[in-house]
């Protein structure tokens, strides 16, 4: 079964309502989902340096302050699917 847009939104409602929506509330969901902060690093550092590689031109051409932003979707990406992953353990 595949992940429907009722996980997702209840899986944004979750970390919203719960831990904080801000990008300042970083640390608090990461700790609140019981997530290793440094294995979230290095995931995150992994992922950046993907898409440097892969999309080098447009990257180097693209306005640094963004970058913090690229940070912030991918986090909400794998909380999303750490929230979700952790509501299908409960249903059995």
């Known amino acids: 079964m595949g992940i429907g847009a009722t996980e997702i939104e209840q899986a944004e409602r979750l970390l919203s309502m719960v831990y904080g929506s801000t ?10 989902l019981e997530v290793d902060r440094e294995a979230f690093d290095n995931f995150l550092t992994h992922r950046l340096d993907t898409l440097k590689r892969r999309y080098r031109r447009a990257w180097m051409a ?9 940070n912030t979707l991918l986090m909400h990406f794998f909380l999303t699917g750490l929230v979700i992953g952790r509501q299908r353990e409960q249903l059995g």
């Open 62 to 70: 693209m306005d640094p302050t963004i970058e913090p932003a690229i």
């Open 23 to 32: 990008p300042d509330s970083a640390p608090r969901q990461l700790a609140n």
